[in-house]
DNA sequence: TTGTACGCGTTATCAC
DNA sequence: GTGATAACGCGTACAA
């Protein structure tokens, strides 16, 4: 396998006897060089294979035509669609995109940013748990374009992107109701995730709006995954007085608590109501059949990306923040509340 | 926000009253700096937040320490296991990942890889359909250190790490015929997908080994998606002579031809049982339960990277070949054959 | 219209 | 030990 050296444009320029800069002038379409010349140099670069060095041109230019994407997992489906919508128009800009799984870790963010940093990437887009982090509030504060996503810092005025606000919860929480259901459930995500806190705060809203049960112990402390909806049934089926419906804060955990409310006897929905959250997929199969708000997680994705191109081109910009509406997909695990 | 310029070593050799040089030696580490010096060096480094550029290091080393990594699409949830399997390795080795989707386009892929190419990544790791492309094939021969996934083409001698061969495929066959099924129907994936060919091929050798019915009726022509299920049940389900079993080769058609075939009256496992490959997360839940085999995509990802990263070191040794094995997880869609 | 010279930030080489 | 200088490949102001 011949360790062939790169090409350069001074081999082209070699190769036509002209200068380097009118090569250079000339790939790059500028009006100021004579069209044969032009023929001749876009002919050689063919002939001889050359491509300009984006390294070499992001050194010049002070801009690497990267972004740098910051995310807990994209093994996470949702996490997975978020990046494809980030890809999506950042490729169509022409960047590249950088990507880098913090698990959600402190340290291991840290270390990701300072790296998409050295690298000179043009701006970033961030999911982060770890806004108030001392070491990332100082790389922040270096001036890079950033566009933070699902959560935020009061703190930090930068753009945002988020979704699941008012939206789609109320309009569960309204269906449900004009469903006769009156004591409803609430299994969160992490608290420490800005997201999961307002997406209980709206519910709690709600609920206090429509003059729902307002409840504490209606309220499960979970996380975004199938065993901790297979935790939260135990909880929610050894209650005194179960409550008749039940939101779990992703789809997830809603179909690990279908499963765990099933395994306790408990069915769905002739027992209790589920609401979930996202919208994945496999909620539409018959066999999971899920009740859901929808939440475009490719569409918050290249939002945030929309976002972030034009900041790069406008750093002063004042900052923006996009919600994205939600909606509620009802298919069959709620149905109206047996009274008892 | 002010728009802050880069620190550089100028800067830091500015302020210590070095030259660049020293300043460059004593914080690559070399031992031929006082280390009093050192010490004067880095404390400047730290005090003006002095971080090395990748971008100037990169062209100057003529390596990027960036590894770009070509799949069809992130969005889909075992393609996003295998981007996470080669992150964490190429993460501990201290490069970045460049991601880039290609939808299975042979356009946009040649687009990718050049911007890859004129990033000057140090390695490429692709899951491609298109490897007999001449565009493709001469970007290759360029002497990119490569590692082919899942995907690979006789004539390309890279190293090359896949799986779902025999192993699986076999387990699974010897298993539903030890359950009485004789007649058993195939869903391929898109055959112009060599891993789809492949496991094709197993499947029928596989079949004749057993002296199962190898009716080329009981192959139907497919997608690796819950649609392509979704039609397939039209097909099998209006046989003359159903098949009693049927492997699809991927869990989501899978999931989608349980789906279909009951909408037209047929259970599984009572009426027809069902293999699916992949174990995507879901198929263990009691709602799907799915018996399926497992791949391990993120283990697939993470020993393309160990490959990667080895022939970076050593680029003329021979090509390897890496086959992960696969195994058979029995669930609730297989159930011994109704003898009828 | 084309060519020359310099700078982007690093590191390697070679004097001192 | 430390410092000056060249080179990586490109773009651009300026001179010719």
Chains 1, 2 share one sequence.
Do not use: W
């Amino acid at each position: 396998m011949a360790e062939r050296r790169r090409v350069t444009i001074k081999d082209v320029a070699r190769e036509t006897g002209l200068a380097v800069s009118t090569v250079s002038n000339a790939l790059a379409g500028k009006p100021l060089v004579r069209p044969e010349t032009r023929e001749q140099v876009v002919e050689a670069a063919r002939r001889l294979g050359y491509r300009a060095s984006l390294v070499a041109r992001s050194l010049r230019a002070q801009r690497s035509y990267a972004i740098g994407v910051l995310i807990e997992d994209v093994a996470n489906p949702s996490a997975a669609a978020f990046v494809r919508g980030v890809e999506d128009l950042v490729d169509r800009a022409g960047c590249t995109l950088l990507l880098a799984n913090t698990d959600g870790d402190v340290d291991r963010q840290v270390a990701a940013m300072q790296v998409l940093l050295d690298r000179g990437v043009d701006g970033l887009v961030m999911i982060s748990q770890h806004l108030a982090d001392e070491r990332i509030r100082e790389m922040l504060a270096g001036g890079i374009p950033t566009v933070l996503v699902q959560r935020r810092d009061p703190e930090l005025d930068f753009d945002y992107v988020g979704a699941d606000n008012s939206d789609g919860i109320r309009e569960a929480l309204r269906y449900v109701k004009g469903l006769g259901h009156h004591r409803i459930g609430y299994l969160t995500g992490p608290l420490v995730s800005s997201s999961a806190r307002e997406r209980l705060r709206t519910f709690r809203d709600g609920v206090a709006e429509l003059g729902l049960d307002a409840s504490e112990e209606l309220v499960c402390h979970g996380r975004y995954s199938l065993d901790a909806g297979l935790e939260a049934a135990g909880y929610f089926s050894g209650m005194r007085q179960r409550p008749t419906c039940i939101f779990a804060s992703n789809d997830m955990s809603a179909i690990g608590l279908i499963q765990g409310l099933g395994e306790r006897g408990l069915d769905v929905p002739a027992d209790v109501s589920i609401v979930g959250l996202d919208d994945i997929e496999l909620a539409r199969i018959k066999a999971i059949d899920l009740t859901t708000i929808r939440l475009e997680k490719r569409e918050i994705g290249a939002e945030a990306a929309r976002l972030l191109l034009r900041r790069v081109d406008r750093p002063d910009a004042p900052a923006r923040t996009v919600i994205l509406p939600t909606r509620l997909i009802v298919r069959g695990t709620t149905s109206p509340c047996a009274t008892r």
